[in-house]
């Protein structure tokens, strides 16, 4: 059975920084492009960032860039996301996903396995 698990979020201050994991399980997913979405309430859920199998290739939403960084690690099946200078505006639960493509980074719909979320709190 495929698992995402999310892990590393929190309360934190405004300015500080997390660093959330996403360990995968059940399945090779060295190939999938991992990503990270977000969802505060009343919102839609929104593109955070993702980083193609190899690693090489990142996306960000333009809003985040500079402050988010995405890295995986294949041979432990996990992926993270460093967010630094945290803004109140941040706070949100956050989801890890894989797909098996290469497009599309941004759309929610072309994800075919998702966690749970774990909950980020900044206070301002």
């Known amino acids: 059975q495929v698992q995402l698990v999310e892990s590393g979020g929190g309360l934190v201050q405004a300015g500080g920084s997390l660093r959330l994991s996403c360990a995968a399980s059940?399945?090779?997913?060295?190939?999938?492009?991992r990503g990270w979405f977000r969802q505060a309430p009343g919102k839609a859920r929104e593109f955070v960032a993702a980083i193609s199998w190899g690693g090489i290739r990142t996306t960000y939403a333009d809003s985040l860039k500079g402050r988010f960084t995405i890295s995986r690690d294949n041979a432990k099946n996990t992926v993270y996301l460093q967010m630094n200078s945290l803004e109140p505006e941040d706070t949100a639960i956050y989801y890890c996903?894989?797909?098996?493509?290469?497009?599309?980074?941004?759309?929610?719909?072309?994800?075919?396995?998702w966690g749970q979320g774990t909950q980020v709190t900044v206070s301002s």
């Open positions: 059940g399945g090779t997913f060295s190939r999938y492009t």
């Open positions: 996903a894989a797909k098996n493509s290469i497009s599309n980074d941004y759309i929610v719909e072309e994800y075919d396995y």
